[in-house]
């Protein structure tokens, strides 16, 4: 069961990125899936959370108004809208299950590699 995260990249302040996190083995409308990230020097933090019918988010306060998470059941595949980027945003983005109501990690999957978002003028 494997998660895969992509659509990072380096952006200047202020433009927008979008991640998607797509399933291999695991139909990801069973679950509440969510974002997180990590930082160089930083533990791991939640950032975002979708219900498992797209019907309920959360967000980390640091990144309210700015990111949106969404998802395509029948994609399999899961979003991270980032807008007004900041460089305090660089970090490695994950996917994984969520605890539903809370931007905290389900425990499961394993953590796949991530996709680097790197903010810099």
């Known amino acids: 069961l494997q998660l895969v995260e992509s659509g990072g990249g380096l952006v200047q302040p202020g433009e927008s990125l979008r991640l998607s996190c797509a399933a291999s083995?695991?139909?990801?409308?069973?679950?509440?899936i969510g974002w997180f990230r990590q930082a160089p020097g930083k533990e791991r933090e939640g950032v975002s959370c979708?219900?498992?019918?797209?019907?309920?988010?959360n967000y980390a306060d640091s990144v309210k108004g700015r990111f949106t998470i969404s998802r395509d059941n029948a994609k399999n595949t899961v979003y991270l809208q980032m807008n007004s980027l900041k460089p305090e945003d660089t970090a490695v983005y994950y996917c994984?299950?969520?605890?539903?109501?809370?931007?905290?990690?389900?425990?499961?999957?394993?953590w796949g590699q991530g996709t680097q978002v790197t903010v810099s003028s």
């Open positions: 994984a299950a969520c605890r539903p109501g809370s931007t905290r990690y389900a425990d499961f999957p394993s």
């Open positions: 979708i219900s498992s019918n797209g019907g309920n988010t």
């Open positions: 083995g695991l139909t990801l409308r069973y679950y509440a």
